[in-house]
T-cell receptor, first 112, second 116 residues
Framework: KNQVEQSPQSLIILEGKNCTLQ??????????LRWYKQDTGRGPVSLTI?????NTKSNGRYTATLDADTKQSSLHITASQLSDSASYIC???????????FGSGTRLQVQP | EPEVTQTPSHQVTQMGQEVILRCVPI?????FYWYRQILGQKVEFLVS????????KSEIFDDQFSVERPDGSNFTLKIRSTKLEDSAMYFC??????????????FGPGTRLTVL
């Protein structure tokens, strides 16, 4: 059964600072890993999609990394803004399926 | 920019009643999905729909649930006899049906279902 564990559960940082969120996953066979941003009361929004062969992918101030050997991923946010306050969710998919398996997310709060 | 829309935004119903949640996927998308998120918990997959049939469903998607694409634009989720534990935010999503590894699922804003 696919499993996704994220840390930390919550994080508070000051505006302008960087942060890194962690994800450990168990999925077999692995197809791809995604990071989503979810504002409170809203639907998730895709940030990045990474396949087995990709180590790093950037989307503006968001940079995701993937280590398929250790089954770990991270999401690095640079120069945080107040609008980055949200939950960041690691999501995995196994080969042959389209159902997304979501982690519990890291709730990020950016303070002025 | 095209987006997935859902109606209603909030639905309150009595236990045992039937509810229909509606979604309008992005117009050129071919795969449609329903997910749910119980308050404070993870988002969970319910069902995917392609070419007018269910392509995949989870253990949660039992006989109480059904999906339909009644016309060229709407995609619906029906819960026949609601239970208290069906209270959740229900998200509709759609994707273009590209290769599975790169097909982005776009989520709607959700319908909050409250069962009393």
């Amino acid at each position: 059964k696919n499993q996704v564990e994220q840390s930390p559960q919550s994080l508070i940082i000051l505006e302008g600072k960087n942060c890194t969120l962690q994800c450990n996953y168990t999925v077999s066979p692995f197809s791809n890993l995604r990071w989503y941003k979810q504002d409170t009361g809203r639907g998730p929004v895709s940030l990045t999609i990474m396949t087995f062969s990709e180590n790093t992918k950037s989307n503006g101030r968001y940079t995701a990394t993937l280590d398929a050997d250790t089954k770990q991923s991270s999401l690095h946010i640079t120069a945080s803004q107040l609008s980055d306050s949200a939950s960041y969710i690691c999501v995995v998919i196994d080969t042959g399926r389209r159902a997304l398996t979501f982690g519990s997310g890291t709730r990020l709060q950016v303070q002025p | 920019e095209p987006e997935v829309t859902q109606t209603p935004s909030h639905q309150v119903t009595q236990m045992g009643q039937e509810v229909i949640l509606r979604c309008v996927p992005i117009s050129n998308h071919l795969y449609f999905y329903w997910y749910r998120q119980i308050l404070g918990q993870k988002v969970e997959f319910l069902v995917s729909f392609y070419n007018n049939e269910i392509s995949e469903k989870s253990e949660i998607f039992d006989d109480q649930f059904s999906v339909e694409r009644p016309d060229g634009s709407n995609f619906t989720l029906k819960i026949r006899s609601t239970k208290l534990e069906d209270s959740a935010m229900y998200f509709c999503a759609s994707s273009e049906a590209r290769r599975q590894s790169t097909d982005t699922q776009y989520f709607g804003p959700g319908t909050r279902l409250t069962v009393l």
